[in-house]
């Protein structure tokens, strides 16, 4: 018997955009990061998909590296005074991880939809 494969959603819409992972028109998230019950446009549950800290852990392990290397590049090119580095750092890490962990998120949870049975 052949099992038909699961109807989804272009994995930039459902990441990117943050759409259900079936779909690709119902919205993923209620509020910032909060995943929602279900899909209002096809019906699909969210309950079985959660990414936990996977976007955290993908994001904060280049986000490290990316702000060491430019630490070290600025300190060794341009030599501002600590005080700068501690102004400008912080503010990058927030940027960067604020505006990258929505779609991270919202890509894990359409992996999840792809790879693993817990449609219900």
Do not use: N
């Not at 819409?13 to 079936?22: D, K």
């Not at 995943?35 to 209002?40: E, I, K, L, Y």
């Not at 430019?70 to 501690?86: N, Q």
């Not at 991880?97 to 817990?118: E, I, N, S």
């Amino acid at each position: 018997m052949i099992i038909p494969p699961k109807p989804r959603a272009p994995l930039a819409v459902a990441g990117l955009l943050a759409r259900c992972p079936r779909c690709g028109r119902g919205e993923l998230f209620e509020g910032y990061l909060k995943v929602r019950a279900g899909c209002s446009v096809c019906g699909l549950s969210f309950a079985g998909h959660d990414a936990a800290d996977g976007p955290a852990f993908f994001i904060m392990m280049p986000l490290s590296i990316i702000t060491a290397v430019c630490a070290l590049l600025v300190e060794v090119f341009i030599g501002p005074p600590m005080w700068v580095h501690m102004v400008i750092w912080p503010v990058f890490i927030t940027l960067f991880a604020g505006l990258t962990l929505r779609p991270v998120k919202a890509t894990m949870v359409a992996l999840q939809y792809r790879f693993r049975d817990v449609e219900r």
